[in-house]
Each structure stands twice: as C-alpha cells, then as structure tokens.
C-alpha cells in the first residue's frame, strides 16, 4: 500500500463555504493496522490541513465496520529486527519517531479533530485516537493498551494518558491489556461522547450545517454543540462498564504495596467471570520485563510533560527493539502464532534491576534527540 491509498480524504462542504475533512484509514483486511503508508500520508496532511483557512475540522475513521485501528503494523518492525538482532535498527528507530510525532500533532492541533473509535482501538490506534479534540466510542468499541504480550510496553503517549487516569486503572490496564468499552472508556478518561456507529453520516451532515468561525474555540463548541445532540437521543443504549462492575476487585489488586504483589493478586482471580478471565490471562502469559518498564514508565511520567513522555518512549522503543523480547513477542503471536514466547525472565522479580535502569538512562541529550516536536 503506498500513500496515495493509505488514508483516503474527503472534502464535505459546509454552507458558509468552508470545509470538514473526513480523513479514513484505508486498510480494512489489516484492520486498519498503522503503517508506515498511513503515517506518510496522515502527517503532511494534517499539517496542511491546520494551515488552510477554509478547513475547520477533520473527521478521522476507517474503513469498515471492525475497527478504527487494531494497532500499529508491528510485522514491518519484526522483519527490521530479526534481520539484525542486538543492533539498533534505523527502521525501528524511524518508524516511531514518525508515529510518535503523528500522535503529538494529533494532541496539539489547533483545529477540532473528531475520531470516531468504532470497533478495535488497540495499541496504535490508540495513539492515533488519544489525543483528539473529540473521541467517540461506539457500542462496539473495543479499547485496549496490549503491548504486554508482544514483550513491548504501552508507548504512543501511554507514560502521559495512562498516568490521567483515576484510581491507579492505568497500571491495571498497562498489566492486563483488559477490553475497555465505551462506558469504561468515559470513567478512565479515554473518550468525550457515546454515539451509535450508524450516526456517524448524521454527525458529519451536521458539522456541515454549523456557522463557523475564525475562533478555533468557538468552532470547538461548535463541534461538542453537534455531537451532543446526537448522544443525548441514544446515551442510554451504551453498553455498562467493565470497569465499574469490576471496580473493587481491582482497586483491591493495584493497591498492594508491591507489583509483585499486584500480580499475584490478579493472578489468583478464579476463572468465573469471563472480563476478568481475559485480563489474568494476558498478564499471566505477558513479559514480565515489560511489566518492569511499565512500572518504571508510570512513575517517571508523573513529572513529565506530553513531549517528555514522547521523547521517553522513543528510547524505550528503540532499545526494546535491539534486546529482543519485542521481536519475540511479536515471533510468537504473529509469525509463528505459537503462543510460546521465550521471554528473558520468568517473573517480575527476576526482571534485572540493571537493564531496567539502562533502558531509563537517556540515550540522546536534547539537542541530539531524533524527535523533533512542533512547539515543544
């Protein structure tokens, strides 16, 4: 796929003459994976986009009805790194610095961007959806940070977003890869509004009948003004949260003094309720070094800025690629689909309290550091 068909755009005009962008990931039988394709074509356009007078918002969704995106195309990354084990990959090194810098231009555009998260919004996509203006989830919507059972860690801003969240949810959800759905989405702060997946033309029609301004907050407004009259009609049909259901069992789990402790507390969940059967699963069957750098990751990103997150997680990401639990996660889920990833450790206890310092120890000062960030 190259980038003329990686994303495909489309002009709506408005009444007064200006224009909304539906910009659609354009990748259904991957649903909709993140590739380099997309990004090459996502990231000069938004930025032209931003400079047009005559644009005032951009609609970002996908193709299909199974998901917005199910995550970065992380098959790419393995054919860099198993190529050339132990060494830093320019590949892997330019692939984030492109994907990490789409996702900062998502989270400080200056004009309204709406994404519509139907269907799968995992890893990537979550980068992707994260950062909008206005991010809407849908009866389908299936949200989830999996990157403990790739051998990676939750990157595309999860050190800023994860750390936004209440109740210490983000360790939970950084450990277990648990499915939030659009309830969940709303109390841990990853979503604004619930909308039917079939009200997406109505909300576009009606972004076309807004008076829109020079005021980029009015035209804000003006966006929340439309989206909420539509969720008001259909708001009790979302589906209840996992989340809240579960809500003392976790805070019981995160609570624990230890992440060693929090893990054996998940791990010792019975098997009766099927949500949370899923989430000990791929923890239990997660890297344990992957649980290390997110502990790490959450409590350095306490202090840091958006940009400091993303230029953190452009390390962690580069050097995750030359140790090699990332490319054997990915071995064992995708390539050879035998489920039998070897990782480096057994537990979190046996995780080196060396390696994990040296994948915290900067590796570039500012000057030197390969992600430029507008603004920052």
């Known amino acids: 796929m190259d980038a003329n068909n990686a994303v495909i755009y489309n002009a709506h005009e408005t009444g007064d003459g200006h224009y909304i962008i539906q910009a659609t990931l354009n990748s259904e039988k991957s649903l909709n994976a993140l590739n380099q394709a997309m990004i090459d074509s996502l990231l000069p356009a938004l930025a032209r986009f931003e400079q047009d007078e005559t644009v005032v918002a951009i609609v970002l969704d996908s193709m299909g009805d199974k998901a917005f995106c199910a995550g970065g195309d992380i098959v790419e990354l393995y054919n860099a790194m198993k190529d050339n084990p132990g060494q830093r990959q320019p590949f892997v090194q330019e692939f984030f ?21 139907n269907g799968y919004v995992m890893g990537g996509g979550l980068g992707l959806f994260a950062g909008a203006s206005h ?18 860690y939750p990157d595309v801003g ?20 648990a499915q939030m759905n659009a309830a969940d989405c709303l109390q841990v702060k990853l979503a604004d509004h619930f909308l039917l997946h079939e009200q997406k033309a109505q909300l576009i029609d009606a972004l076309t ?21 539509l969720e008001k009609t259909i708001y009790e049909q979302m589906p209840n949260g996992n989340i809240a259901a579960h809500q003392a069992v976790i805070d019981e789990a995160v609570n624990q003094t230890t992440l060693a402790q929090t893990m054996q507390k998940i791990a010792s969940w ?7 059967k899923r989430a000990k699963r791929s923890m239990v069957n997660g890297s344990p070094l992957s649980a290390r750098i997110l502990e790490r990751q959450l409590a350095a990103g306490k202090d840091l800025s958006l940009a ?20 054997e996660g990915i071995r ?29 120890n900067p590796i570039w000062d500012d000057s030197s550091h390969p992600l430029k960030l507008k603004g920052a």
């Not at 050190?159 to 890869?177: E, I, K, R, S």
Request: glycine share 6%.
């Open 158 to 177: 999860g050190t800023y977003f994860l750390n936004q969240m209440p109740d210490n949810l983000g360790l939970f959800l950084g450990l277990t890869a």
């Open 97 to 117: 610095v492109q994907e990490y810098s789409l996702d900062y231009a998502i989270h400080t555009y200056s004009k309204p961007i709406v994404v519509w998260g």
């Open 308 to 327: 400091q997150c993303f230029k953190l997680e452009l390390q962690l990401s580069v050097l995750s690629g030359e140790i090699g639990e990332f490319a």
């Open 332 to 360: 064992a889920l995708l390539i050879d689909k035998d489920n039998q990833p070897a990782w480096k450790f057994s537990d979190v206890e046996s995780v080196d309290d060396a390696l994990i310092n040296e994948l915290f």
């Open 270 to 276: 019975g098997d009766d309720d099927s949500w949370l």
């Open 135 to 152: 991010r809407i989830v849908t009866e389908s919507s299936r949200v989830a940070m999996p990157e403990i059972s790739i051998g990676l």
């Open 209 to 229: 009948q807004q008076s829109w301004t020079i005021d980029r907050d009015v035209n804000r407004q003006l966006v929340s003004h439309c989206v909420m009259n």
